[in-house]
Each structure stands twice: as C-alpha cells, then as structure tokens.
C-alpha cells in the first residue's frame, strides 16, 4: 500500500493544521500508522501512532496534549490533528506503517512523500 501525507502549510504560533495520510489501499487491523517528522538539520522523529484495530494511541512527549491521531476507517486514512503549534513543530511531516507497535522509524516502511508543516513566531 502507498501512503500519501497532505495538509501542511504555514501557520502562526499557536495556530492549528490538520494532517490526513491517504493509503492507497486497505489498511489490515494489524497495522500501526504512525506519524513522524524530521526538522531542518535533525534526524527523523517519532509523532504519533495508533493500532488500527483497536484504535490505541501513543504520542511523544512532545506533543502530547496539543497533538490528536485518529483513523478515517471509511476512507483508509490517517489524521493528525495539531493545535497549539510551536515554532519547533517546523518539520517535514511523513505517514508510514508497521507491524509492530513500535516508535522506531526503523521498524515502519510504505513511507510517503512528507507535507511541510511550518509555524512562524
């Protein structure tokens, strides 16, 4: 299945965008979905995640309580619903999956084309 991440784009501080990662087939309960972001001059971060078939979620640290991860079953899709947003939220935001229930990158493939979320001060 290919994933395709859209609905960056530039906000201000404090401001709200929301994510959606489209699969280009069925996504099986035994995915995890995961959502990752890499800054300028940084490595590749874990975002967010969730099981497919139960729903579950995990989120860093970094973004727990501003940011939300959920599925659009209907739709083979995955949300990320970010409010309160920082400046070091700035990263190239990509969707991926895996089998595992897992924060490594490493452990997720089918990674798609990111979406640039940018925030200004």
């Known amino acids: 299945v290919q994933l395709q991440a859209f609905g960056g784009g530039l906000v201000q501080a404090g401001g709200s965008l929301r994510l959606s990662c489209a699969a280009s087939g069925r996504i099986y309960s035994s995915s995890v979905m995961g959502w990752f972001r890499q800054g300028p001059g940084k490595e590749r971060e874990f975002v967010a995640r969730?099981?497919?078939?139960?729903?579950?979620?995990a989120y860093a640290d970094s973004v727990k309580g501003r940011f939300t991860i959920s599925k659009d079953s209907a739709n083979q899709a995955v949300v990320l619903q970010m409010n309160s947003l920082k400046p070091e939220d700035t990263a190239l935001y990509y969707c991926a999956k895996s089998s595992d229930w897992a924060a490594n990158p490493r452990s997720y493939n089918n990674w798609g084309q990111g979406t640039l979320v940018t925030v200004s001060s």
């Open positions: 969730i099981r497919w078939s139960t729903g579950n979620t």
